[in-house]
């Protein structure tokens, strides 16, 4: 029984809330914790990696979602507040990389693979077939007179 209880409360715990924003951290105003809340769910913890911000327990994440609700009541825009954080902790703390710059590589290098492969399986598929179309040459006689040996006939 304790078993099937423990695997029943397991089931539940991807579903249950994860409480790493703090009370003291939320803001008054339920537009503006909504907004903290959106640019929070967007920024890589550095300690973590894996996580956002808003969902991470590290002290820098409390740190920097303190930070993010500092710059929007002092009026910040959204992009204004991510340029905050991005200007000391650098694009690494953006799930959503930019595509600007040396990003623009890293954007455009899966498409271009993926391009590539396809212009050289098309290639391949196509020299292929041409070759299967062409007749195929007949055995000499002597060639005939060894192949029967090697089947035992």
């Known amino acids: 029984m304790k078993h099937l209880l423990l695997a029943a409360l397991m089931a539940f715990v991807p579903l249950s809330p994860?409480?790493?924003v703090q009370p003291d951290e939320v803001l008054a105003d339920p537009a503006l914790e909504a907004r903290a809340r959106a640019i929070s769910r967007d920024l890589r913890c550095p300690v973590c990696q894996g996580e956002s911000?808003?969902?991470?327990n590290a002290p820098i994440s409390r740190d920097l979602r303190l930070v993010v609700r500092e710059r929007i009541m002092a009026g910040d825009s959204d992009a204004e507040v991510i340029d905050f954080v991005v200007s000391?902790?650098?694009e690494f703390v953006l799930f959503n990389p930019r595509a600007e710059g040396a990003n623009l590589i890293l954007w455009l290098a899966g498409p271009a693979v993926l391009l590539l492969g396809g212009i050289g399986a098309f290639g391949y598929i196509r020299r292929r077939g041409q070759a299967g179309g062409a007749a195929a040459v007949p055995l000499s006689p002597e060639e005939q007179a060894r192949l029967r040996d090697l089947?035992?006939?």
Request: hydrophobic share 40%.
């Open 151 to 153: 089947m035992g006939k």
């Open 18 to 20: 994860v409480f790493a």
């Open 88 to 90: 000391r902790y650098g």
């Open 53 to 56: 911000i808003d969902d991470s």
